[in-house]
């Protein structure tokens, strides 16, 4: 792919077009040993070798992070009244954005890419990406929900979800905690299923997304950028 010189080190993070003009005024800018003289010039994404002073900058098209995401915080690019998800991706070079969202109060793994055509996929309701959750709930959960679980829950005169898988943890009068996979997004999906079995959601986390896992020593609001076998595996 061939960029100007100026848009390549804006996408990777190097500074504004405008910083990067007077860089390379300053003779700081080479590409191939050559130094660039006019920000106008034309690169190689694939084979030119571009240097920003003794630094090589390699291009990366598509970036992709796995954040576990806090309770309090937007599944947005930007909001003008709250932290989003985007904003705690502090190396971040290229307009990310979550892929989905999850619920404010709701943690958990969260994809943020640049990648339009992965996260098409990964949400398309065609393709059916399982979407594991814990959920802790007021209510009692019972064998009799496991099943109108898996034989696709009828939510609200509205709304028939469909089949999904519930794994009871611990089950009591008062309380109950589960596993709960599902295969659609719907808006307040399993909130909207618990209501439907009597239950309310008192907590929520999103543990897996297709073959994504959310690592077990990742804490709220940290992320790692994934590996390319990560990728392929998406």
Excluded at 22 to 45: Q, W
Excluded at 64 to 76: E, L, Q, R
Excluded at 135 to 151: C, F, I, N, Q, R
Aim: hydrophobic share 40%; aromatic share 6%; net charge negative.
């Amino acid at each position: 792919m061939k960029l100007r010189i100026d848009k390549y080190l804006a996408d990777m993070g190097i500074g504004s077009r405008r910083q990067i003009k007077d860089f390379i005024r300053d003779g700081l800018v080479s590409v191939n040993g050559k130094t660039i003289t006019s920000a106008n010039a034309k690169v190689d994404t694939d084979c030119d070798n571009i240097f920003f002073g003794s630094e090589l900058v390699e291009y990366v098209r598509y970036e992709y992070y796995v954040i576990n995401k806090p309770a309090g915080v937007i599944s947005a690019t930007e909001d003008a009244h709250a932290a989003t998800v985007v904003d705690l991706i502090k190396e971040a070079k290229k307009d990310v954005f979550p892929v989905g969202r999850l619920d404010k109060d709701t943690e958990g793994l969260l994809l943020i890419t640049n990648d339009g055509m992965l996260a098409h996929n990964l949400l398309s309701p065609k393709k059916h990406v399982d979407k594991k959750y814990y959920a802790e709930v007021l209510g009692t959960l019972t064998s009799d929900h496991v099943k109108l679980v898996e034989e696709g829950l009828q939510v609200d005169e509205d709304f028939k979800a469909l089949p999904a898988v519930l794994e009871i943890i611990e089950a009591d009068s008062t309380h109950s905690s589960c596993y709960i996979t599902i295969r659609e997004g719907k808006y307040h999906q399993i909130k909207r299923m618990m209501e439907a079995m009597g239950c309310q959601v008192t907590y929520l986390k999103r543990l897996s997304m297709g073959a994504l896992k959310l690592p077990e020593n990742l804490k709220p609001g940290e992320y790692v950028r994934l590996s390319a076998e990560d990728v392929k595996k998406l």
